[in-house]
Every structure is written in structure tokens, then in C-alpha cells.
């Protein structure tokens, strides 16, 4: 199976949708572990591409093109990833990528693996500004506020959300997480945020460890 995982990055490389759409469908078909395909072949793919894009190896277009590839083959493997989740845990999340940033590929995931866990999650997209974010955590209730970013200038807008919760009164009446590319633990306890994750798994498990201190949004 780590070939085919390995002719999935490849495909992602080459920008060849058809071949990677297809190896997608197949690993699933296969009884391959959706998290195995979104992580190891999906993630790991973007990580090399923004690698060879720091190298002037490949270009914008290039690293667009494989950001929608990524979409389609993301929409093949959610449906097994929901699947394999169960039970429902009454909890409410609300994700968005920072104000000025059109990073979505891991807030998607991270997204979609929370659903998994069992978190009804509510996603507000991308380049989101504070004051929606606000709106949402008082329409909505949710118990955890996650907040994406990859740029090192919108990381910055993680601490203005959370200082924008705490002007409308909000922040106690919700758990802020943190995570992207650039964000690190130390920048998390900087802030004031209450849970960071490097990766989508670890953002699930930190996010349960923050529900389990909480009553269930009704
Ligand atoms: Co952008 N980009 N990009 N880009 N891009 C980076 C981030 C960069 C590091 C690439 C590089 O090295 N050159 C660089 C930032 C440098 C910096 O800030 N110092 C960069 C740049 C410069 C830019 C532009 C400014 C380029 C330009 O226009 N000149 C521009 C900015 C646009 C904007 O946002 N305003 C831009 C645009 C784009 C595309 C649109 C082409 C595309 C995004 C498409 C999309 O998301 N729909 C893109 C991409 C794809 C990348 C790279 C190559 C890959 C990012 C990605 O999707 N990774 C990226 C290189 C890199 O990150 N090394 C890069 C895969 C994804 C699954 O991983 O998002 O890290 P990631 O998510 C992980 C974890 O971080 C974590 O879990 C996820 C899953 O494991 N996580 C969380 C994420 N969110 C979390 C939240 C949590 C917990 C964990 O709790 C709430």
C-alpha cells in the first residue's frame, strides 16, 4: 500500500488529477485508513510541493493547481473518513481560516477529522475576519473556536480573535484552539489560546481533551 500511497504524491506532483483522483478511489476501495490517505499521501504531497516551491522548483500556478487536486481528492476520501466516526458528542466547533489568508487545505482536514471524532463542526471558511468569527461563537454556542493560519502575517489575527472574543464578552464562554503551519505551542500560551495542534490527529485529541472539561452545547 506505501507504493500506492507513494503514486499518489507522484500524481500530486505531475498535477495529474485523473491518475490521483483515481489512486485515491482505489486506496479507499482497498479498506486503506482515509486518515493513512488524507495524511501520508494528501498532506505529505503539499508539504514537498511548498518545499519545491521554496526551491523555485515549481511555480504559483503549479502549487494552485495541486491545491484543487487535493480538493478532489479530499471529496473522495471524506465520505469513508465520516464513515469510520460514530458516535456523536453533543459538542459544536466552529473553524475558519484567519482574515487574510486562503489556506483551507488543513483546516478541511482537521475539519473533517473532528466530525469523525464527533463534533458537529461548523465551518466558516476562509480569510474569515474576527468580528464574523464573534458572531458565530454567540449564534452558535460552540464549545471550541478553531483557528487557522499558514501565513506568518495572519498568524498575528489568531491573537486579534481571540482579543475580539474577549471585548464581546465571549471568551470564557468558549475554548480557542490554534493551529497552521507556522504556529507553534509557544505562540499558543503567548496568546492565550487554550489548545494548539501540529497536525489534524493531535488537533482531534486536543479537542476532545477540551470538550471533556465542558458541559455538551445544547
Ligand atoms: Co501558500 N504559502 N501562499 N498557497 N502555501 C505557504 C504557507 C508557504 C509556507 C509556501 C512557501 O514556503 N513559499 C508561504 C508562506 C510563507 C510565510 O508566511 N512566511 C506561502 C505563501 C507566501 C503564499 C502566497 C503569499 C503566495 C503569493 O501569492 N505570492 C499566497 C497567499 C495567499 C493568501 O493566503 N492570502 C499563497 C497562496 C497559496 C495557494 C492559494 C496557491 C495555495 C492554498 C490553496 C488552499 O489552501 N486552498 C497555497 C499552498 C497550497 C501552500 C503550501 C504549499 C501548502 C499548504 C497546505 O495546504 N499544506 C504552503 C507550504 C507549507 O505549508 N509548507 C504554502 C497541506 C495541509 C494539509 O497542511 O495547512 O499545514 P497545513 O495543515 C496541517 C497543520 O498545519 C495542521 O493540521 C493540518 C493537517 O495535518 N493545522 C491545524 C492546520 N490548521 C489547523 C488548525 C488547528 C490545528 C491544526 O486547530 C484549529
Not at 499518489?8 to 478511489?25: P, V
Not at 511555480?59 to 460514530?86: H, N, T, W
Request: proline fraction near 5%; charge should be negative.
Amino acid at each position: 500500500m506505501d507504493e500506492k500511497l507513494e503514486a499518489l504524491r507522484e500524481a500530486l506532483y505531475a498535477l495529474d488529477g485523473q491518475t490521483a483522483t483515481a489512486i485515491s478511489t482505489e486506496l479507499i476501495e482497498a479498506g486503506v485508513e482515509p486518515q493513512r490517505v488524507l495524511q501520508e499521501g494528501l498532506a505529505e504531497a503539499m508539504l514537498e510541493i511548498g518545499r519545491r516551491w521554496n526551491a523555485g522548483e515549481v511555480f504559483l500556478p503549479e502549487v494552485v493547481a495541486a491545491a484543487e487536486i487535493f480538493k478532489q481528492c479530499q471529496a473522495i476520501v471524506e465520505p469513508a473518513l465520516l464513515a469510520s466516526g460514530g458516535q456523536t458528542l453533543g459538542h459544536r466547533v466552529v473553524m475558519a481560516t484567519v482574515k487574510g489568508d486562503l489556506h483551507d487545505l488543513g483546516k478541511n482536514m482537521v475539519g473533517a477529522m473532528m466530525k469523525t471524532a464527533g463534533f458537529e463542526v461548523h465551518d466558516l471558511g476562509k480569510d474569515v475576519p474576527a468580528d464574523r468569527i464573534v458572531e458565530a461563537v454567540r449564534e452558535l454556542e460552540p464549545t471550541i473556536v478553531g483557528l487557522s493560519a499558514l501565513l506568518t502575517t495572519t498568524v498575528p489575527e489568531q491573537r486579534g480573535v481571540i482579543q475580539a472574543l474577549e471585548e464581546a464578552g465571549l471568551r470564557r464562554a468558549v475554548k480557542v484552539m490554534v493551529g497552521g503551519a507556522p504556529v507553534t505551542e509557544d505562540w499558543a500560551k503567548q496568546i492565550g489560546a487554550d489548545g494548539y495542534a501540529p497536525n489534524a490527529p493531535e488537533a482531534v485529541r486536543v479537542a476532545l481533551e477540551l470538550a471533556g472539561s465542558e458541559r455538551p452545547t445544547g
